[in-house]
């Protein structure tokens, strides 16, 4: 699985939006990018994945460029709740992959009010 | 209801000890896993089971012995506890359709060892 470089930390002001840049410059052609958070104390949650276009859902939309070397993860209204450790990863989706994650350092997400 | 659920959430024991952790999911998912966040907080895959049936083992000490009844439960079993092993464990499940290999986690097993 291509290795993923994040900024350690970011603040974000409250209501503004939250653009969290990830570069995976060795990404296979077969290879996602996911996007994963923990808050604090809890377990990671599932976020967003897209393989080369655009995705956006209830919680983020996720850019892909078009040499697919980097992300980014955009939270339109960022709040306080969306402070968490945030992790870029990009893996292989197929059958007998056994689905490991590999979770980097990821970034520290701070919003403030 | 919850999706995925670890018990114990906290678990104190004492060196040398053997525990278990349980997790059980409840979302009809093939494939079963768990990781362990050390203190520097590094999330790692130690095993991953499909349908019953290992399939990652990360390298981790025999000292830990996952254990599948079915594919709705996965228990990590530890023998001899030692300090190196506080940490939290979380259990995670997801479908094997490619796309849709999306993890679900639960809440985290708070593991000290004394």
């Known amino acids: 699985d291509a290795k993923t470089t994040q900024p350690t930390s970011m603040d974000c002001a409250e209501g503004r939006a939250a653009n969290l840049p990830c570069n995976h410059s060795?990404?296979?052609?077969?290879?996602?990018v996911y996007w994963y958070r923990q808050i604090h104390s809890q377990g990671p949650q599932y976020i967003i994945h897209?393989?080369?276009n655009n995705e956006t859902n209830e919680m983020a939309s996720l850019i892909i460029t078009e040499d697919r070397k980097s992300s980014t993860l955009i939270l339109p209204h960022a709040t306080l709740r969306d402070t968490a450790v945030y992790y870029c990863?990009?893996?292989?989706?197929?059958?007998?992959?056994?689905?490991?994650?590999?979770f980097g350092q990821g970034t520290e997400l701070s919003v403030k009010p | 209801d919850t999706a995925v659920s670890q018990t114990p959430k906290y678990l104190v024991t004492q060196m040398g000890n053997d525990k278990s952790i349980k997790c059980e999911q409840n979302l009809g998912h093939d494939t079963m896993y768990w990781y362990k966040q050390d203190s520097k907080k590094f999330l790692k895959i130690m095993f991953s089971?499909?349908?019953?049936?290992?399939?990652i083992n990360e390298t981790v000490p025999n000292r830990f012995s996952p254990k599948s009844p079915d594919k709705a439960h996965l228990n990590l079993h530890i023998n001899s506890l030692e300090l190196g092993d506080s940490a939290v464990y979380f259990c995670?499940?997801?479908?094997?359709?490619?796309?849709?290999?999306?993890?679900?986690f639960g809440a985290g097993t708070r593991l000290s060892v004394l």
């Open positions: 089971y499909n349908n019953k049936e290992l399939i």
């Open positions: 897209g393989l080369k």
């Open positions: 995670a499940s997801s479908q094997v359709a490619p796309a849709k290999n999306i993890q679900y």
């Open positions: 060795t990404i296979s052609g077969n290879e996602y």
């Open positions: 990863i990009v893996r292989v989706a197929a059958y007998n992959q056994g689905g490991k994650l590999i």
